[in-house]
């Protein structure tokens, strides 16, 4: 490969993850639209979210993003075919899932592991309660849209491979206080997101679903309110972006060369603020997925992506504001306790 030069604003090594973040999320879009499988959703955020949150991909990332995908396909087997009929048996069974995911993630070693568990079983868990989706084609499609996930980061590693060595992030000691704190206001949000997604039936919402969940990834209500601009505010500009892009299109969103060019230049331009972000769920990574989501659901010559965009942006505000005051709610109460009392320590 020649060597790039490093775009102002980006260094070496972040040029070359905003090229394997947009060129792997295209290449997820292209291949789901190729073979027309179901939920093209799956195979355009998978791998942003593994090429765009880990900056590195070893042995360990793959085990962890792997064996998510085997946990989850067991536990939604299981809790949907069992429990589906014990709606409050069933919501105590998803709390203890998503407090194990968010206990694994305020410990650190495992975060990946568990923010993709509770961004993908949220997802699976919600669509699989529904009577006329079809379990099976559901799972294999996570299946298949995870494994292929992985392949194309290896293909991206290869293609774009960074020029220096990565600094590990630094790791601090959490106190149990913080970890039990973390864990709750974590687990009780999604447990609550999942409850009013389900009494609700928003099963058209699902970029409102994952903005809920994508703010929990900041451990913690104060940084939850900041994640929760930043994702509103990228949300907004991926949709007004999807707009523009199909005037542009007009009726030509049946030439699919077009589509993909243009496709990529917006995981482009959403990719290169991710990274000067610092690769967290930010405005950029809000831009990232709102594409992916608008591209992979929404676009066709006889789908509306315009009600989809507008659609979408305001279901997610209305979804970001409950659950900050959701969040609000649980910070105090668990501020007012010893063993969660994290105020000291912050």
């Known amino acids: 490969m020649p060597e790039a030069h490093a775009h102002p604003g980006l260094s070496e090594n972040g040029l ?9 999320g295209t290449l ?7 073979m027309g499988w179901n939920y093209g959703v799956f ?38 075919g ?6 409050v048996v069933m919501t105590l069974v998803v ?52 494994v292929l996930a992985v392949f194309i980061a290896m293909l991206m ?5 960074d020029v220096e060595p990565r600094e590990p992030p630094p790791r601090a000691a959490k106190p149990q206080a913080q970890i039990r704190h973390e864990t709750l206001i974590g687990g009780i949000t999604a447990t609550l997101s999942f409850i009013v997604f389900q009494v609700f039936d928003l099963q058209g919402s699902l970029s409102a679903q994952m903005a809920t969940i994508l703010v929990l990834f900041a451990m913690g209500y104060a940084g939850a309110r900041v994640s929760a601009r930043k994702r509103a505010i990228g ?4 949709c007004n972006l999807a707009l523009v892009m199909q005037l542009l299109l007009y009726t030509q969103s049946n030439h699919f060369l077009l589509v993909i060019m243009l496709y990529w230049l917006g995981l482009l331009l959403f990719g290169r ?5 610092g690769g967290g769920s930010g405005i950029g990574f809000g831009g990232l997925t709102t594409l992916g989501i608008l591209f992979g659901q929404s676009l066709g010559p006889s789908q509306d992506l315009v009600y989809s965009a507008l659609y979408r942006f305001s279901s997610m505000s209305v979804a970001l504001v409950a659950t900050l005051l959701v969040m609000a709610c649980l910070h105090a109460l668990l501020d007012s306790w010893a063993p969660t009392k994290i105020s000291a320590t912050n």
Do not use: W
Request: proline share 5%.
């Open 95 to 146: 709390l203890c899932m998503f407090l194990f995911r968010f206990n694994l993630m305020a410990r650190g070693p495992l975060f990946l592991f568990g923010a993709n568990g509770v961004l993908t079983l949220s997802i699976l868990l919600h669509f699989a309660s529904y009577p006329g989706v079809d379990l099976s084609d559901l799972l294999a499609s996570n299946f298949v849209a995870s």
């Open 28 to 34: 997820g879009f292209v291949i789901s639209q190729v």
């Open 273 to 277: 603020e991710h990274i000067k972000e």
């Open 16 to 24: 070359r993850q905003c090229l394997r973040v947009a060129g792997g």
């Open 43 to 80: 195979f355009t955020v998978f791998p942003m979210f593994l090429l765009g949150m880990v900056p590195i991909l070893n042995a360990s990332i793959v085990r962890q993003f792997l064996a998510n995908v085997s946990f989850n396909a067991l536990e939604v087997s299981l809790v949907v």
């Open 157 to 161: 590693h290869t293609l774009f491979p």
């Open 82 to 87: 069992l429990l589906k009929h014990m709606p």
């Open 235 to 238: 949300t907004l500009l991926g």
